[in-house]
């Protein structure tokens, strides 16, 4: 059988060779033929134009499987990178204590004068130490200080302080008059006295001396001198309502009736009218 298919595939080689009808070939034989090393042109064009499958030299109708490779494409999403900034060495700040601010002599004295104004003496009397301290030759401050160490009753301070005032200013009429007045709370009449008379000899229409004076004299029975001050005083200020009772007083001891009812009448115009109703009342004093 094999002589046979041996035989028959050689005539069949002659006989396409030669442009045999093809259209008579089945697709076994055509198949057969596509099994030689040399395959005739016709024989694969007719192979081609039949679209045949052949395999191990049988057609078939099995379709060759084209196995579509498909790559799966893996998508990496590209993320954009922020530029990564180096962290610096955390350094430890110390914290900045900012400094007091700076003030000058003049803006101390001026915060030590309100505050003993306002009645705050021991707050003016730090202000006043700072403002003596950029200024030691400052008599105001001294005469401030004086007066808020006064206030508190440390006399002795008080003192020192009035005192330095008038070695730098001998002619400053509020520290001679305040320093009176010291010597007159520790009963240094004779002193107190002084004082005053410096500060009217220094200014003469200076009112507080007067008054303060006249009161010494009028404790001391010295009237007339009391008379005197407080006339004064009512010379440089007419409506001075304090001056117009001190010097009723001082006429009431001297026995002057008449000076006692006139300057309260003088009094009542000023709007204080109770002392004179009282007399007039009592009928030490007679109506108009």
């Keep these: 059988m094999n002589r046979f298919f041996l ?16 259209d008579e070939w089945t697709d076994d034989q055509l198949c057969g033929w596509m099994q030689s090393s040399d395959i005739p042109k016709n024989i694969s064009d007719e192979v081609n134009d039949r679209e045949l ?7 078939t109708q099995e379709e060759v499987n084209v196995v579509e490779v498909v790559v799966e494409v893996t998508v990496v999403e590209i993320i ?3 530029k990564v900034v180096e962290v610096e060495k ?4 110390e914290k900045v204590v900012e400094p007091e601010p700076v003030t000058s002599a003049d803006e101390d004295l001026s915060f030590g004068i309100a505050e003993a104004k306002k009645g705050d003496f021991n707050s003016a009397i730090d202000y006043l130490t700072l403002s003596l301290k950029k200024n030691p030759n400052n008599a105001v401050g001294y005469y401030y200080l004086g007066k808020s160490h006064a206030k508190l009753g440390i006399y002795s301070k008080a003192l020192q302080n009035y005192l330095k005032a008038l070695e730098l200013n001998k002619r400053y009429i509020e520290v001679h008059n305040s320093l009176g007045t010291l010597y007159a709370s520790q009963g240094n009449i004779s002193e107190a006295i002084d004082s005053y008379a ?5 200014n003469q229409n200076y009112v507080s001396p007067y008054m303060n004076r006249g009161v010494l004299y009028y404790n001391q029975g010295s009237y007339q001198k009391a008379l005197f001050d407080f006339t004064k005083a009512l010379d440089i200020e007419p409506n001075s309502t304090q001056a117009l009772i001190n010097r009723a007083n001082v006429y009431n001891s001297m026995g002057a009736k008449e000076a006692v009812c006139e300057d309260l009448q003088r009094l ?13 009342e009592t009928g030490y004093c007679k109506k108009d």
């Design 7 to 22: 035989f028959a595939l050689s005539l069949g080689l002659t006989f396409v060779t030669y442009g045999a009808n093809l």
């Design 53 to 59: 499958y052949c395999k191990d030299g049988i057609s």
């Design 80 to 82: 954009e990178v922020e």
């Design 90 to 93: 955390v350094v430890e700040v």
């Design 198 to 202: 410096m500060a009217i000899s220094y």
């Design 268 to 280: 009542c115009k000023l709007g204080n009218c109770k002392s004179l109703n009282n007399l007039l």
